[in-house]
């Protein structure tokens, strides 16, 4: 897979690409990382990448003559004149779509990425228009540019490329991911997937630590048992912190009695 990253600030992507899971995909030849600089792409002398807006208002906003160029550079056709399916150009930007693990699979399946990191007040809006196939963001807050988002996507991206985990399986049974795309990849049955909902929780040795102990059910052998206690304490902590997955997902009947058993109410 091969990914470019169009940035005003190049030496930001020093740290996150030099480690960890991005590392030794990039090693092993499996991911294909470039940064590019987009003040390479201005032409006067101060290497201008950013104008006021038409209409006045506070900020800067990034010119689209050096992104439109850099990815032409890339050699990758506007928009409309793109047959290629296997490829798409991204804006970060505070106003896209929220970027999950459904939108990082869709990724994950394409040979080329281009990450657009917007900066300042925003960019020039024909660069979503006629550009980019996609605008993203990594949620609901502002950040000084989409430099951090695009560390972020690179990463969940990148981890889903077969070989770059050791263990691909382990990919399949996260927080967020829902059954079809466990069935899809090849994953573990839904006695370990989260279904769309929160990861299960998780303990290694000691059993006994500072007096804080390991569930008994997990140290039982009953492969069935744990799957329920699996199932139950994952529904138990996206209650509790995110239950707004609840309303997405589809639960099934066993799932909506241990709901009913947590919450006091039928569904």
Known sequence: MKIDIVTIFPEFFRGPLDHGIIRRARESGLATIEVHDLRAFAHDRHKTVDDRPFGGGEGMVLKPEPIFECIEALNIAPREGRKDARQSVILLSAQGKRFDQ???NELAALERVVLICGRYEGVDERVGQYLADHELSIGDYVLSG???????????????IPGAVGNQASTQQESFTTFSQAQAGNGPSSTCTSGGLLDYPH???PADFRGMGVPEVLASGNHE????WRRRTAIEKTLRNR???LDKTALSDEDRKLL????????
């Open 102 to 104: 459904s939108v990082a």
């Open 146 to 160: 989409g430099e951090l988002g695009a560390a972020v996507i690179v990463d969940c991206v990148t981890r889903l």
């Open 203 to 205: 303990y290694t040795r």
């Open 225 to 228: 048992e744990i799957r329920r």
């Open 243 to 245: 239950p707004d997955l």
């Open 260 to 267: 009913a058993q947590i919450t006091g109410k039928n569904l």
